[in-house]
């Protein structure tokens, strides 16, 4: 087993020197999948070798002395018929010397292909050469960078043809590598380099007088200005070098690595298998490179134009203030303007300096906090310089709550005390910010100039009425270990459309503030079923007596079944199931953070097209608390769950939580990861799991790829605002 920081010196090492070399490598393996057919058609009669009349070298000399008194030409070759083909001059009966035909002027397939494949068409046989020992080593470390994994993505497949096509993966490129060491070759003679290119009839006169040329079928230029004679004798093709020293007769019975890397060793079977190792190995290079691309264009996703002077940039908990900041880039690009648009977790604070106009929407989340996307870019943000930024801020919140648009007053200061300035007052939204977002544009528009056009629909929240059918006890009533929670069925409108992950607003009462609760089902399995999982809020009231959450208490006590309830819903496209189902997906949850999953779970069940899922759930006790966990081990045992990872905190003395798993599970999380291109997941308590999803993440990113915290930092930053790293976090 490979140690960490070998690993990934290995994997580096496997990714760069492919990635660096890719054209070469297609342009080797795909000459080479043209030569591959040389053997299958020799054994189909049409190579070649078919020849069946013997050529006198006399007379071929004599003709060449006759048609070629310069010596200029670089090859001549015996045809199946017994005439003479002599390159750039004509085709000729050696017999009487008669011009039967015009010289082979077409496009030589065969021969381009070999002359690309061995030197590029231009001498650079040095460079091929690399090549092939750098396709041989990423060839050879494959197998201990990961196991096979029959997966329908694209990592999956680039590992699936990788093991399957090792033998032939490590021939090919081996074979070459032993041809360049003229190793197993037979004995190589001495050839020194010619004074002067020496005429192909001289090398005919020269190796007549050594050798047997009765049937001649060759005569070509050499290295170093030699010449190369062929000729059939009852023991096969017999190959002479002819140089000023003499005629060396070159040893090619033993020339394994050759008959090999030509596909010569067995007809046209041979030939058959090394064109699906070539075909096979530029399969692997082209899927490497394009994982490596998706991933890079994940990483540092941000949409807009590449000349962009305007920064839309937004910071969303549920999905509101990301929508309007879409909307507003559509309608600042409607309007002529060069905009950018980025979450603010993607975001360096010395970006906005690059921008003439920087507009922020905001949200609020938990006690006046910035939502999760904007609290690395806080982070970021102190000791940072922003002299001349200047910035127009929108923030979303809530009046019913007792930090009234904190998130964004947070953002504000934070903002000014680094240097930078409001261009116009922070706008406050309370509530529906559809009317307030309008008008907004409008004061950009009277104040700094900017031009938007006709402003987009905004995805609102849709007011619905609800039917609790169903309520059911997650945990295991009367244990004192566990904290009440309960699964509720709630009936709709079947034409309504949502998805895991999207939002259900309630409101315990009149002039309440709205709560949200995920859902966990999808129209597109249950059509007009919402399924939520809710946790019981307890608290002591001053009498000593128990009071309950006012929206948890509705829903998991107050409201009857079958009674109905007024909510709204809210589209969270930013943490629904990836948009390919194909892809893998990691998802973290604890306690009733399970919520949105048994969705996901319920959409990929139904879709036969499904990628490798890995889900870890923490809570306090297996026996008391374990949500779901009759329907989880199913799916597990159906391969709708591919992995199924728990950490129950109460059930040992030391206390082991969810990261606990997600760390003794490091290698192959960072597998997924990085060789997998996963999505994850993380839904549950921002306080308690956001934070240490993070610290655990940072630590096995340290533990198994090598990165120091700031890289793994960095790193969580781009799948953060690549789409790659997802947050459903309440308090």
Known sequence: ??????????????????????????????????????????????????????????????????????????????????????????????????????????????????????????????????????????????????????????????????????????????????????????????????????????????????????????????????????????????????????????????????????????????????????????????????????????????SGDADADILVAHASQTGTAARLAEATATALRRGGERVALASLGALDPRELGLYRHVLLLVSTTGEGEVPDPGRGFLARLAGARLDGVRFALFALGDSRYAHFCGGGETLLGALVAAGAEPALPMRLVDGAPAASWRSWLDSLAATLGIRPGVPPAVDEDRPLTVRLRERSRLDRAGDPGTRAAYGLVLETDGGVEFRPGDLLLVAPGAGEAERCYSIGSSSRVTPGEIRLSVSLVETDDAAGGRRFGAASGLLCRTLAVGGTLAAKLRRHPAFNPPAHPGRPIIMVAAGCGIAPFMGFLDELEADAGRGPTWLFFGNRRRDGDYFYGERLEALHADGVLTRLDTAFSRDQAERRYVTHAMVAAGAELVRWLLEEDALLYVCGRGSTLGRSVDEALARILAEHAGLDAAASGELLRQWQAGGRLLRDLFD
């Open 1 to 302: 087993m490979l140690n960490p920081s070998c690993k990934r010196f290995l994997i580096q090492a496997h990714r760069w020197i492919a990635l660096a070399l890719a054209p070469l490598f297609l342009l080797i393996l795909l000459t080479g999948a043209v030569l591959a057919f040389k053997p299958i058609l020799d054994a189909a009669g049409n190579g070649a070798e078919t020849a069946a009349t013997a050529a006198d070298p006399a007379a071929v000399a004599a003709l060449l002395e006759r048609v070629d008194p310069a010596g200029r030409a670089r090859s001549v070759a015996i045809l199946p018929d017994g005439r003479v083909g002599i390159d750039d001059v004509g085709i000729y009966d050696p017999a009487t010397g008669e011009r039967t035909g015009a010289a082979d002027t077409g496009f030589d397939l065969f021969g381009t292909a070999e002359r690309l494949h061995k030197d590029l068409l231009i001498g650079a046989g040095i460079v091929v050469e690399i090549a092939t020992y750098g396709m041989l080593l990423i060839v050879a470390a494959g197998p201990f960078l990961a196991w096979p994994r029959l997966r329908r993505t694209l990592m999956g497949w680039h590992l699936g043809l990788g093991w399957a096509l090792l033998p032939l993966a490590l021939l090919l490129p081996l074979t070459g590598v032993l041809m360049t060491l003229h190793v197993g070759m037979g004995e190589m003679p001495q050839i020194p380099r010619a004074a002067a290119p020496i005429p192909l009839v001289t090398a005919l006169e020269r190796a007549s007088v050594e050798a047997d040329l009765g049937d001649l079928r060759m005569v070509r230029r050499f290295r170093g200005g030699t010449a190369l004679v062929m000729a059939r004798g009852t023991d096969g093709t017999q190959a002479y070098i002819v140089s000023d020293a003499g005629v060396s007769a070159l040893d090619r019975s033993g020339n394994w690595p050759k008959a090999i890397h030509e596909g010569t060793w067995a007809g046209a079977w041979s030939g058959i298998l090394n064109l699906a190792g070539a075909i096979g190995l530029a399969g692997l290079t082209l899927t490497g490179f394009l994982s490596w691309f998706r991933r890079r264009r994940q990483a540092t996703a941000r």
